[in-house]
């Protein structure tokens, strides 16, 4: 086995037990990092770079969204639905207006929402 290979199933073992509170925490800290990487680039001068950083938080909020169970509570659930559907509206904007000023929107709401999930305990978590 190569060493790649093996770090790579290594990573792959890791996600796949981790705890569902770590893998959520891992979509925000990625998110929060795709957006700091498109908002240190020039999006008029570097279009392509800069759609596809933003892609990457569109899609992570994307599985975000998409995980959602509304069923044990409901109104959190629409909340963080609302919060998601803002965010992707500011990349979406980040996009059409190639501007870096929108992600900054963005960026405060899943930061926030990383210190909130951040606050909750993992031990005994499965």
Request: aromatic share 6%; proline share 6%.
């Amino acid at each position: 086995m190569q060493p790649e290979s093996a770090v790579d199933a290594y990573k792959a073992a890791a996600l796949e037990n981790a705890p569902p509170l770590k893998i959520l925490r891992m979509l925000y800290q990625g998110a929060l990092r795709f957006i700091d990487q498109a908002a240190a680039m020039d999006p008029k001068t570097e279009p392509a770079a800069f759609n596809a950083k933003v892609g990457r938080v569109d899609d992570i909020l994307t599985e975000l969204r998409c995980s959602l169970n509304h069923e044990p509570a409901p109104e959190l659930s629409r909340q963080l639905e609302a919060l998601y559907e803002f965010s992707q509206e500011r990349l979406s904007r980040a996009v059409t207006e190639r501007s870096v000023e929108p992600l900054a929107d963005a960026r405060a709401v899943l930061s926030r929402l990383l210190e909130g999930w951040s606050a909750i305990d993992l031990r005994g978590q499965s």
